[in-house]
C-alpha cells in the first residue's frame, strides 16, 4: 500500500519560511522522481518543484530562488524548504511520485499578516 504522508504547513507572515515534508512507503523511493504542486483556491493544481531519482532539480518561476527541494533516500523523505514566503505562496501543497497516480492528502501553507 502506497502512502504519502505530508507535514509541515502552518500559517505564516509575509517574508517567513516554512519547509514541508513527504514520508513516502511502499514505493522504492530511491527510484522515484518526486514532485510538489499546489492548489490555492479556485485555481487549478500547479507543480511547483521536482526531484529526479538523480537528485536533478527544476522549479516554477515564480519560486525559483525562493523554494528548494531535496530529498533523503534513507528517510524516504522529499523536502520543501521555502523561504521568502508571499501572499500568492498559500495554498495547499502536495507530494507525490512523478508518473504515478499517487498523492498525500495534502498540507495547508497560508501565508498572512
Known amino acids: 500500500q502506497v502512502q504519502l504522508v505530508e507535514s509541515g504547513g502552518g500559517l505564516v507572515q509575509p517574508g517567513g519560511s516554512l519547509r514541508l515534508s513527504c514520508v513516502a512507503s511502499?514505493?522504492?523511493?530511491?527510484?522515484?522522481?518526486m514532485a510538489w504542486y499546489r492548489q490555492a483556491p479556485g485555481k487549478q493544481r500547479e507543480v511547483v518543484a521536482t526531484?529526479?531519482?538523480?537528485?536533478?532539480?527544476n522549479y516554477q518561476g515564480s519560486v525559483k530562488g525562493r523554494f528548494t527541494i531535496s530529498r533523503d533516500n534513507a528517510k524516504n523523505t522529499v523536502y520543501l524548504q521555502m523561504n521568502s514566503l508571499n501572499i500568492e505562496d498559500t495554498a495547499v501543497y502536495y507530494c507525490?511520485?512523478?508518473?504515478?497516480?499517487?498523492w498525500g492528502q495534502g498540507t495547508q501553507v497560508t501565508v498572512s499578516s
Open positions: 507525490t511520485s512523478l508518473g504515478t497516480s499517487y
Open positions: 511502499g514505493i522504492i523511493f530511491r527510484r522515484a522522481a
Open positions: 526531484i529526479t531519482d538523480g537528485f536533478n532539480t
